[in-house]
């Protein structure tokens, strides 16, 4: 399972603080999606190694077909900005231009995205959330939410082999309606399940008044440390940069 | 010896729904027992559980009177959540009870809640998982398990809890007899701890000689109360009287060979005849069949322990499953794997995933041309349902449901059906309807069930297809 939030606990690799994901997570929006301090040569430099990061986690995750693609991609669209883009002109430089920005800045956030939800499992998540003091109140319903993604796809996936089997398929007679098809038995086996996942959480005690304990180990260690180093080699650079000790 | 748990006076009905409701039932639970509620499906024994554990009246609403005290504590000035420490809850479907995805998580869930030290949890779940013995199921991801594996789980964080009353829902319904004689164990551990135990159940068989005392249900009331003793010594017949399941299958067809082989006088007129059908899993081969024949027409059962490859087996046959090497050959043609995707139909378990259309006659004829209501019409008498044509499949109850998929099915000119345990969690009656509809599709249609269900094998089916480890 490489969904949301199910991390496979039975080979799961290299495993990080869900703290130093998010981290890494703020750095690549502030810097690969917002652009912060791109005006700096070093900045510019630290933020594209910061970007292949995540694909970097990905492959220690054990997910490798995963981050070939997406390394492949990121690869082909960064070397397409770096050699085409400053040569084109006109038309051209304005869509491939667009085009290449937008998977440039995109890409990185959205694959590291990817990685911390497939590789936490939801008793880290509250762990972390709870040393960050976040209050329960948010990250009940919160986790509540993510245990519930994977069994909806699961029921998706049902769906849709049941209307293979019937022959309802795009092209087919009754391709208008193949949304509302799928919907309402998702709906109502979400709804089945869900309540039932409800029940079941509220007959062992989720949602006791008492401040609630977690046995789940997290904390930072060594390749924490030199996750957040890197991440932290842009903050630093950019501020270099802004005082005008490097360019 | 004190009382565990008192019922007074309890009337109760769900909003618009009339099964489950209870009238006046009253009822006492001591301390220490191990009390079986049975009756035919809509009784209320579930509706028992559901207020014992207090899920009625926090959770489920409707209409209650009467009062319910569980250790003393009156259940409706109680929270549920205050409750969870005294009252452990297992229910029947492993797809909806579990929290977390690694199974340690899992078992410290219900004591983390509580707020428990962390120390104090630890030697907890060690203390579980040697009292079980399922030190191999620790760190596991709860998706790799099977169902018997799944159930044992989520006894064991129950168990963690220390809850003084333990009530269990058709704990059964997905295992094989194998697994139901881990459950035995588990519940045979709580019982030497001296904790009481309610346990609504249609399949009795394994509980003889565990339950001290059972109750039986009859539309919302008390109908008998006997000693476990008592219970388990009347006759077949009565069973029958009773609407319960007779409790010792006649026959394990799991101790037959594996390979299939004919239980009824059966008429051959062709085969669907399977050639090197193997499918793997990354390296692990999941199915490897050298040669199969499958009479056609025939009622078929699939069986083997959970896990054996029964439901690999059924997929790749009906052309879902990408990837698989063999060959399947149909009265003499051979079919690739969407000739039989066009040729089969799978009626799932949770019937609910198939249903997508706004009428029943609608959804019938979703498959067919136009003009042939009255061929769909015709096939709902013979299903005896001529009467549900207008209605939302939604607004169906499980066993209709069921038939319509049938109907579906039969209206797209499908000629093998499969079915995945059809009778899960049925009463005797329902599964009798079933095993006679199975039974009645005729020549034209070969039917296999993949099924844990003696009963119903012993009722209808004509052969029996035993895989194990993928094999036959």
Redesign the interface.
Known sequence: MGGLFTADVENRGLVLDPRTKLLVMITLVIFALGGTGSDILLVRCVTVAVSVLPIILLITAGQRKKALLFGLIYGGIKLLEIFVVSKATGAALTVIGLCCMVFVRLMPGLIMGAYMLSSTTVSEFIAAMHRMHVPQQITIPMSVMFRFFPTVLEEFSAINTAMKMRGISLGGKHSGKLIEYRLVPLMVCSVNIGSELSAAALTRGLGVKVRRTNICKIGFHLPDGAVLLLAAAPYVLWILGMIGVVK | MSIAARLKDISFSYPNNSEGALNGLSLEIRQGECVLLCGASGCGKTTVTRLL???IP???EGDLSGEVTVFGKDIRSTA??????I???V?Q?P????????TT?EL???????????DE??SR?DKTVRDMKIEKLL???I??LSGGEKQKIACA??SA?LPELIVLDEPTSNLDLDAIDGLREIIAGWKAQGRTIVIAEHRLGWLEGLCDRVIYLEKGSLSCDFSGGEFFSLDTEMFSGMGLRAFAAKQNFLESETGISAIKPFENSGSITLDTFVYSYGRHKALDIKRLEIPAGSVTAVVGHNGAGKSTFTRCL?G?QKGFKGRVTVGGKACRPKDM??L???V?Q?V??????ESVLEEVM??ADDGAENEAIELLERLGIPELKERHP?SLSGGQKQRVAIA?ALM?GKRLLVFDEPTSGLDLKSMECTAELLGSLGKDITVLIVTHDMELIDRCCTHILHIENGRI
Do not use: K, P, T
């Open positions: 554990n207090g899920l926090h959770y489920y549920i959540e205050e409750l969870a420490g009252v452990g809850s229910f479907n797809r909806s009870q579990f929290f977390c995805v690694d998580a410290a869930f219900g004591c983390e809640n509580m707020g428990l030290a962390e949890i630890r779940v760190d596991r991801s998706f790799n964080g129950v809890m009906c879902l995707m066009r089969s139909y799978m799932m949770d609910n995933r198939q249903l997508f259309a979703l498959g939604m579906s797209a």
